[in-house]
């Protein structure tokens, strides 16, 4: 989302309120200039699910991009909309503010049927535009363990008695599984099931001088979600906060963490004093349910600090353990604009971050999987060093990653802001190579190509006549996996387009390069596509291409990140050129690019190269 802002300041003379005036119209005029958007209102589009995908019952997904026109206000909310006139009648609306991942939320009563869905999205001024709508998705059962309970707590309501309490945060499990041990030492072992949607359990009959050790998991009938954080019976023998733990982070930050003994607490506050003071003072007052808090307030260089955690439970305050910690000389801001993208060329999550600051040594980054996943250590760089590859991911999946730097001090910074990379579900990787070449005497061509992916299961001839804006399937059903070449025979007199791509159940690849019946025999071909370094932040791209056939006009060469795929002109050539420098790169990107050679009656594409400028 772009967002144009201009301020001036104005003097009291008709000269420079002419002058002022003058420039707003400039100003505006080429604010309309640029947009492609006269009607002020969002874009979006939508990645995944489409059309004749599968979906499962429950929650999916959506993979989408959406901004508000040039000077916009930005996104205010969404409107996903199920089965508006499909197989099904009814209409399922859900309304989601802002600008936050979608899930498409599909009723146990949708089971084995077809349904579409589109997506309303309104800006701040009430505007709104709706997607394409997918059509004919299957839905199917949902077959993924469920997901992971969540705060596991204890509470001791006699000498021989404990209540377990947790968040159950799946909506497909059969039940939940209570596992114990009898001692520090002892072994896990299952002591009881509970049915689903139970978010307590009460054990009976205990000893009191053995410390029992508890955690619960969610099932069904495709599996088990992971375990939750483990809780003891000596911890509930009162209903304050415990194992507050202080972090220093530099000069002026401190970061707080602790567990909450009971769900009847209503506030929290965080206590702080100087280690020779005598009395505290609040900070901070918090919700009852948090366990973490960054204190920035008044803190100084190298001073020593003590802090408590106070729970407000019937009007009565009960405090945490104390703890002291000493704050550092020197400050180190978090990582700036960190950035995670997923990759459809590698299927890898690329995470970057801003330029190091002095006194970083090196970048931590940690991620977690889904909304209530826990953090883990995913990488770690040395200095200098600000992206990082993440190809430990599972298609349709949503990760979050946030950065913290290591310092010439020892001590860590407090995080980045948080980034989030949804991963769709991964798509067979497109033909290569595509080549046309006729029969002597006969209008019939071969098409062959090169099987770049090892799970089709089959392919796809798209075609279209010159001057038709949409490709047409040609074959119907997908030719079998592992063909590499097939006969077409296109009315005569016309000129005829094709590409190819790799099928797997209902996903498509991305398409082959492009051939034509008049324009090419497949030996257009951009073969170089590398990056040079000339300094430390500077790049360029060396292209170089075979000569397309006789009859060219002209050359262009077109460009794109890696994803979203747009290709621009980046400049157009003369007939007999066969390479290019491309100077007005950005150091630390990914592009892709092709050659498209211009003819009287159309225009013939090379295959596409990626290249990183690392």
């Known amino acids: 989302m772009w ?13 420079n309120t002419s002058l002022i005036l003058a420039l707003i119209l400039f100003v505006f005029g080429c604010v309309e200039s640029i947009t492609d958007n006269p009607n002020n209102v969002p874009d979006i589009e939508i990645y ?18 959406a901004q508000d026109y040039v000077g916009g206000q930005g996104i205010d909310h969404f ?24 899930y498409l939320d599909i009723p146990d009563a949708l089971l084995n049927s077809n349904i579409s869905y589109f997506v309303n999205v309104y800006n701040k001024e009430g505007k709104v535009t709706s997607s394409k709508k997918q059509i004919n998705l299957y839905v199917d059962e949902n077959k ?6 969540d705060t596991l707590t204890i509470q001791r309501t006699t000498t021989t008695e404990v209540v377990l309490f947790w968040k159950d945060k799946s909506n497909n499990e059969e039940g939940f599984e209570i596992y114990r041990k009898d001692g520090e030492n002892g072994t896990y072992r299952p002591i009881n099931t509970v049915p689903t949607n139970t978010i307590s359990y009460t054990d009976r009959f205990l000893s009191a001088y053995i410390n029992y050790y508890y955690k619960v998991r969610a099932y069904n009938q495709y599996g088990q979600s992971y375990f939750t954080n483990e809780v003891n019976s000596a911890q509930a023998g009162g209903n304050e906060p415990y194992g507050l733990t202080a972090e220093a982070k530099g000069a002026k930050w401190v970061y707080l963490t602790w567990q909450n003994m009971t769900y009847i607490a209503t506030a929290l506050k965080i206590q702080r004093k100087s280690s020779s003071a005598t009395f505290w003072t609040d900070i901070k007052t918090l919700p009852p349910e948090t366990k973490e808090y960054y204190d920035n307030k008044n803190l100084y260089p190298q001073t020593a600090y003590d802090y408590r955690v106070g729970a407000l439970i019937l009007n009565n305050w009960v405090y945490s353990n104390q703890v002291s ?16 993208t997923f990759n459809p060329a590698t299927n890898k999550v690329e995470i970057r971050w801003g330029e190091y600051p002095n006194y970083a040594t090196g970048t931590v980054i940690e991620k977690k999987k889904g909304y209530n996943g826990i953090y883990y250590k995913v990488g770690e760089t040395g200095t200098d060093a600000t992206f990082l590859i993440d190809d430990n991911i599972e298609a349709n999946n949503i990760y979050f990653y946030r950065a913290k730097y290591s310092t010439t001090e020892n001590y860590y910074t407090i995080f980045s802001k948080e980034d989030s990379a949804a991963v769709p579900i991964f798509r067979p990787t497109a033909p290569a190579n595509l080549k046309i070449s006729k029969f002597s005497g006969a209008n019939t061509f071969l098409l062959e190509w090169e099987d770049k992916s090892n799970d089709e ?7 279209k006549k010159e001057g038709e804006p949409t490709y047409k399937s040609f074959t119907g059903n997908p030719l079998p996996a592992g063909t590499i070449a097939q006969q077409v025979t296109p009315p005569t007199n016309e000129v005829y387009y094709y590409i190819v791509k790799s099928v797997r ?19 257009f071909n951009l073969f170089k596509a590398s990056a040079r370094k000339i300094s430390s932040t500077t790049y360029v791209i060396d292209l170089q291409w075979t000569a397309a056939q006789a009859g060219v006009i002209g050359y262009k060469v077109e460009r794109s990140y890696i994803w979203p795929v747009k290709f621009e002109e980046v400049v157009t050539l003369t007939p007999g050129t066969t390479s290019y420098t491309d100077t007005s790169v950005s150091a630390g990107k990914d592009y892709i690019y092709r050659i498209s050679a211009v003819y009287a009656n159309g225009k013939l594409f090379t295959n596409e190269k990626s290249v990183g400028t690392y």
Request: cysteine-free; proline content about 9%; charged content about 25%.
């Open 79 to 102: 409107d996903i909309v199920l089965n508006d006139d499909y197989e099904h009648p009814t209409t399922f609306t859900k309304k989601v503010k802002g600008e936050t991942p979608l």
């Open 505 to 523: 159940g209902n996903l498509r690849s991305m398409p082959s390069n492009e051939v034509s019946t008049l324009l090419g025999d497949g030996t």
């Open 457 to 463: 299961t089959g392919f796809e001839i798209y075609y």
């Open 3 to 15: 967002i144009i802002k201009k301020s001036l300041k104005m003097k009291k003379t008709k000269k």
């Open 48 to 65: 995944s699910p489409v059309t004749n995908d599968t979906v499962h019952v429950g929650r999916n997904l959506i993979n989408y991009t």
């Open 325 to 340: 910690v000493i704050t550092y000389q020197t400050d180190v801001p978090a990582p700036k604009d960190l950035e995670a």
């Open 144 to 149: 993924n363990p469920p997901d992971t309970p």
